[in-house]
């Protein structure tokens, strides 16, 4: 598999944006006609992904902005590889717990009342903690709805809020509609295969 370093210019050219943070953060890498992309190598790439997550003006895009981004990523990555074993889950855990180790939620008495204030250790880490917190609270709320997608060779995941929690696709245009072709195909070659004799 290979990995294209192309620049992006501005535009986010992610094929799935707008899921939950933590899963947000993961879908910067992906793959499109078995090329690796990866968002947070590209020259402004961290830019983009601080814009399309809400933090544009209050997290730098410096390198120790993008080490945190990426200490994180690994370890929300390893986290929902479900065919890691103990030790690598254990190890990612940690990785987890060290970025919620540079914030914390400090409450407050505003002007308004109460307030909940996140507190980073610096700006730098602001998006990546948000990350790691936001994935603790998708697992209290509904585990089992954080999944991959079930095409084999995408990397993808989401978070399923359908209804009756069927979602198979990262998107039914990209995937599913892969799948529905590929399931089509089969069935029209076994219908117009020759008999044996």
Known sequence: ??????????????????E?????????????????HD???????????????????????????????LVTRAAIGRLLDEHGGHDDHEQAANGLNETLRHGRIQRLLGPEGPE?????????????????????????????????????????HFYDVSKNGGRRWCSMAGCGNRAKTQRHYTRHRKNTAPANP
Request: aromatic residues 6%; proline residues 11%; glycine residues 6%.
């Open 1 to 18: 598999m290979s990995t294209d370093p192309q620049p992006t210019h501005g535009a986010d050219p992610r094929p799935l944006t707008t």
């Open 116 to 156: 909940s204030v996140i507190d980073t250790d610096s700006p730098a880490w602001l998006a990546a903690w948000s990350a790691a917190e936001a994935y603790l609270r998708l697992l209290e709320e509904h585990p089992d709805r954080i999944r991959k997608c079930a095409n084999p060779e995408c990397v993808l």
């Open 20 to 36: 939950p943070l933590p899963l947000d953060l993961v879908n910067t890498v992906w793959i499109d006609e078995g090329v690796r």
């Open 39 to 69: 968002l947070l190598q590209y020259p402004g790439g961290v830019s983009i992904w601080l814009a399309a997550a809400g933090f544009a003006g209050t997290v730098p895009d410096t390198p120790e902005t993008r080490d945190a981004l």
